[in-house]
């Protein structure tokens, strides 16, 4: 009888034991029971008793969802590299102006928030006709833009490798655009004694849209102020009244009956937002 009494005990004594130790939650959803020992900056180190008090196993951080210890407290923890809370006061958000535009006879603003850490959106809006005015035709319209960006992550990881700045980095922007716009088509003549003299002709309507792949490196210096950098290539098409068969569509170029091949590039300057 006194035998089965303390078995008993000790089957209460190491279940309480049991319940009583650390648990660490692995980003796979696994759980380790153990004794948390340590936790440093990069790892957290513990022991399994069952095992042997002796050996200190280790853990990587970033494998690491939360640690609930035997009092009941919850530890969470984020990814050093791609957690949302490594980089919670650093700026989210960024007003853009494409410092180019206004050369090749339009002005574009843009606007990129972040989605979470290496992604975010981005929308542009262009004014046609707030530029210079090359070809002497009076262009009126507007284009827009949309695209996910990807930013490019390390080729390799070390402990505690993070993104200088959360919206900084080589990117990849898969992107469509739209544009329409109006203009003054103009022609050439020559007359004797006059010389060459210009015409313009009734306004003309043209729209145009593309699917673009954009190449591009975004810099950000000390949280306020960016500069933005892109290549682009993809296809598109475009409609014009009945006049001649336009390649620049001012949000990018060709899209047309010689070419379905667009290209788009700038250079972008901006600040920082919270």
């Known amino acids: 009888?006194?035998?089965?009494?303390?078995?008993?005990?000790i089957l209460l004594f190491s279940s309480f034991q049991l319940s009583a130790q650390d648990r660490i939650i692995k980003t796979d959803r696994d759980t380790i029971i153990c004794k948390v020992k340590e936790i440093s900056t990069?790892?957290?180190?513990?022991?399994?008793?069952e095992t042997s008090m002796d050996i200190v196993f280790?853990?990587?951080?970033?494998?690491?969802?939360?640690?609930?210890?035997e009092n009941g407290k919850e530890l969470s923890f984020s990814?050093?590299?791609?957690?949302?809370?490594?980089?919670?006061?650093?700026?989210?958000?960024?007003?853009?102006?494409?410092?180019?535009?206004?050369?090749?006879?339009?002005?574009?603003f843009s606007y990129e928030r972040l989605i979470?850490?290496?992604?975010?959106?981005?929308?542009?809006l262009g004014i046609i006709g707030l530029g210079d005015d090359v070809s002497d035709e009076n262009p009126r319209g507007a284009f827009a833009k949309f695209g996910m960006k990807f930013i490019k992550s390390p080729d390799f990881y070390l402990k505690g490798l993070r993104y200088a700045h959360i919206l900084k980095g080589t990117y990849v922007k898969p992107e469509i655009a739209f544009s329409t716009y109006s203009y003054e088509p103009s022609y050439y003549y020559y007359s004797y004694g006059s010389?060459?003299?210009?015409?313009?002709?009734?306004?003309?309507?043209?729209?145009?849209?593309?699917?673009?792949?954009?190449?591009?490196?975004?810099y950000v210096f000390n949280d306020i102020f960016l500069l933005d950098m892109y290549f682009g290539l993809g296809y598109g098409f475009s409609k014009d009244d009945d006049y001649e068969d336009r390649g620049?569509?001012?949000?990018?170029t060709g899209?047309?009956?010689?070419?379905?091949l667009t290209v788009s590039a700038g250079l972008k300057i901006g600040i920082l937002l919270k």
Do not use: C
């Open 248 to 252: 620049y569509h001012y949000g990018f």
């Open 1 to 9: 009888m006194n035998y089965l009494k303390y078995l008993l005990i």
């Open 195 to 218: 010389g060459f003299s210009s015409n313009n002709e009734d306004r003309v309507n043209n729209w145009a849209a593309s699917l673009n792949i954009i190449v591009g490196k975004q």
């Open 42 to 49: 990069d790892e957290v180190k513990y022991i399994l008793p």
């Open 255 to 260: 899209g047309n009956s010689d070419t379905p």
């Open 116 to 124: 979470r850490p290496s992604r975010s959106w981005e929308v542009s």
């Open 58 to 69: 280790g853990i990587d951080k970033n494998d690491i969802i939360k640690i609930i210890l």
């Open 79 to 108: 990814h050093s590299l791609y957690g949302e809370k490594t980089y919670e006061d650093q700026k989210k958000h960024a007003l853009k102006v494409d410092f180019l535009a206004p050369l090749t006879g339009n002005m574009t």
